[in-house]
């Protein structure tokens, strides 16, 4: 089953989808987080563009407005790693995640998703100064 996932703003707008291809009707958020970030991390390790968008920024990167830019430009970069900063930064609230307008509370919870399940995640910038 192919399922939709959007990055939103707060105010509600989008700034990218992903589809991925689940395996399962039940899930758990941990197992949609990691699936959602072996995606793009896979995406970016085929093809090494110059700027790596996706939930987390890797340990060898710098943020700039196209994305992440990594200092060694022919570096792929660790699943692993990536997942565990990305399930770190849900339990420190660096991101919410949205299933059908429902607040995810844990990892551990269960899902039931079908094809029109919103899924949406939504980054929050820390304040500067504050």
């Given at each position: 089953?192919?399922?939709?996932?959007?990055?939103?703003?707060?105010?509600?707008d989008i700034l990218d989808t992903l589809e991925l291809v689940v395996s399962s009707e039940i899930l758990?958020?941990?197992?949609?987080?990691?699936?959602?970030?072996?995606?793009?991390?896979?995406a970016y390790n085929k093809k090494l563009p110059e700027y790596f968008k996706g939930l987390v920024q890797?340990?060898?990167?710098?943020?700039?407005?196209?994305?992440?830019?990594?200092?060694?430009?022919?570096?792929?970069?660790?699943?692993?790693?990536?997942?565990?900063?990305?399930?770190?930064?849900?339990?420190?609230?660096?991101?919410?995640?949205?299933?059908?307008?429902?607040?995810?509370?844990?990892?551990?919870?269960?899902?039931?998703?079908?094809?029109?399940?919103?899924?949406?995640?939504?980054?929050?910038?820390?304040?500067?100064?504050?």
């Open positions: 089953m192919k399922i939709t996932i959007k990055d939103e703003t707060l105010a509600g758990t958020v941990k197992e949609i987080i990691a699936a959602r970030v072996a995606a793009e991390v896979d890797p340990t060898e990167a710098e943020k700039t407005l196209n994305g992440f830019k990594l200092k060694d430009k022919k570096k792929t970069i660790d699943v692993e790693k990536q997942v565990f900063v990305a399930l770190d930064a849900f339990q420190k609230n660096g991101y919410f995640v949205l299933i059908d307008n429902n607040q995810a509370e844990s990892l551990q919870q269960q899902v039931l998703v079908r094809e029109n399940t919103s899924i949406s995640f939504i980054k929050l910038t820390p304040l500067v100064g504050g």
